[in-house]
């Protein structure tokens, strides 16, 4: 059972343009959503978070957008840098929980 | 400030064999969780802990065991190793809440052959 779904293993995007990268969940009791990096050989590190109260969240390159009707959140991350290729989690949490739910990763290729 | 490390990053068992992974937390973290992330799927919860007891436990057999000593520090433990245990092992640290906002070690590699 996917709660949380990243349905595109991979993405390319050249220098300087936009990476949006996708995220799907089943589960209505996630109210805190995150993104994770992870870079080869070390483990993930984390990115950017949003609240369920919120729909935008925004630090210095990185955006994420939520559409809780639609059970979807998106990163964006403009201008992408080659720096940024690196495997993205997407994951959920629900508040008193201890436990994490990440999807299965998108692995981002930033091209100079 | 000292992050969260693990040891050792590589290991090879073969099956039925018994492995400990070590786990040292971000200083003045008191929560460690441990992931499991096999090859192309995302990190699963195996389970957490916050002041040396179990603090919730996802979907791993008994076999899969832990500990938290006074100093936070961690360890994973997992008997009767199966091939389907090789995978990267997490370890995060964290003050205890639930926002999700972890601090990973690298990894370890467990290869069970």
């Known amino acids: 059972d996917q709660q949380v779904k990243q349905n595109s293993p991979s993405l390319s995007v050249q220098e300087g343009r936009i990476s949006i990268l996708n995220c799907d969940y089943t589960?209505?009791?996630?109210?805190?959503f995150l993104w994770y990096k992870k870079y080869p050989a070390e483990g993930p590190t984390f990115l950017i978070s949003?609240?369920?109260?919120?729909d935008k969240n925004e630090d210095g390159r990185f955006t994420v957008f939520l559409n809780k009707s639609a059970k979807h959140l998106s990163l964006h991350i403009v201008p992408s840098q080659p720096g940024d290729s690196a495997v993205y989690f997407c994951?959920?949490?629900?508040?008193?929980?201890?436990?994490?739910?990440f999807g299965k990763g998108t692995k981002l290729t930033v091209n100079p | 400030e000292t992050g969260v490390t693990q040891s050792p990053t590589h290991l090879i068992k073969t099956r039925g064999q018994q492995v400990t992974l070590r786990c040292s937390s971000q200083?003045?973290?008191?929560?460690v969780s441990w992931y499991q992330q096999a090859l192309g799927q995302g990190p699963q919860f195996i389970f957490q802990?916050?002041?040396?007891?179990?603090?919730g436990r996802g979907n791993f057999p008994p076999r899969f065991s832990g500990l938290q000593f006074p100093n936070y520090s961690s360890e994973l433990n997992v008997n009767a190793l199966e091939l389907d245990d090789s995978a990267l092992y997490l370890c995060?640290?964290?003050?205890?809440?639930?926002?999700?906002?972890?601090?990973f070690g690298e990894g370890s590699r467990l290869t069970v052959l």
């Open positions: 995060a640290s964290s003050l205890q809440q639930s926002t999700g906002e972890l601090f």
């Open positions: 589960n209505s009791m996630f109210d805190y």
């Open positions: 949003i609240s369920s109260i919120k």
């Open positions: 994951a959920a949490i629900w508040s008193g929980s201890e436990k994490l739910v």
């Open positions: 200083s003045g973290h008191n929560t």
């Open positions: 802990y916050y002041r040396e007891e179990e603090n």
